[in-house]
């Protein structure tokens, strides 16, 4: 099954607004991969996360590597448009990637 | 350099046929790894391989086979098509470096309909 649970299923943000999408596991991670999908595309690799309080940010993206390195989130501030689709974590361990069920954003403009 | 090859992009299948869904990758990635995506279901992950002669199953591996000849492709084959086998598939690649792990190159998918 999966190791990583990802909260909320849906999240409906109005344009402009900030949102906080969330990434869980029971056990240490050695790592947190994050990938957008956009609606009838494919999932695009957005970001990694190796290091304890790891925090790397992407123009209005911030991801968060948790310190016990069992949970990661990621953060969009005012929300565009462009933010649609579905926001997936993943867990790599020696090739075997295992995705969260994903976020899926919805933007009202 | 074309990234993630899948072929076809569309596919129908009458229950009981079978069909070898293609990848191919020009990045000399190791890892490369099959997953299926339904409604609301997320991505699952079927079967994956490490290198060339060495597969592994996922999470949902029944109904499928893989092999890894070489380095570049791993074709996914349905080996008895059931309705439940309707789904989109996605062919993926990466490699570990001396940096550690590295993000994943997805194909654009296959969309498989079994009637």
């Known amino acids: 099954g999966q190791q990583v649970m990802q909260i909320p299923q849906y999240q409906h943000v109005q344009e402009g607004e900030d949102f906080t999408t969330y990434c869980n596991s029971s056990?240490?991670?050695?790592?947190i991969q994050w990938y957008k999908q956009r609606p009838g595309g494919h999932p695009v690799f957005l970001i990694q996360l190796v290091k304890s309080g790891e925090v790397k940010k992407q123009k209005r993206l911030t991801f968060q590597f948790g310190e016990a390195k069992k949970n990661s989130s990621l953060h969009i501030t005012a929300t565009q448009t462009t933010d649609v689709g579905t926001y997936f974590c993943?867990?790599?361990?020696?090739?075997?990637?295992?995705f969260g069920a994903g976020t899926q954003v919805v933007v009202t403009p | 350099n074309a990234g993630v090859t899948q072929t076809p992009k569309f596919q129908v299948l009458k229950t009981g046929q079978s069909m070898t869904l293609q990848c191919a990758q020009d990045?000399?990635?190791?890892?490369m790894s099959w997953y299926r995506q339904d409604p609301g279901m997320g991505l699952r992950l079927i079967h994956y391989?490490?290198?060339?002669?060495?597969?592994d199953q996922g999470e949902v591996p029944n109904g499928y086979n893989v092999s890894r000849s070489t380095t570049e492709d791993f074709p996914l084959r349905l080996l008895s098509a059931a309705p439940s086998q309707t789904s989109v598939y996605f062919c993926?690649?990466?490699?570990?470096?001396?940096?550690?792990?590295?993000?994943?190159?997805f194909g654009s998918g296959t969309r498989l309909t079994v009637v």
């Open positions: 391989s490490v290198g060339a002669g060495i597969t």
């Open positions: 993943g867990t790599d361990s020696w090739g075997k990637l295992q």
């Open positions: 990045m000399n990635h190791e890892y």
């Open positions: 056990t240490t991670l050695s790592n």
């Open positions: 993926a690649s990466s490699y570990l470096g001396q940096g550690g792990y590295y993000g994943y190159t």
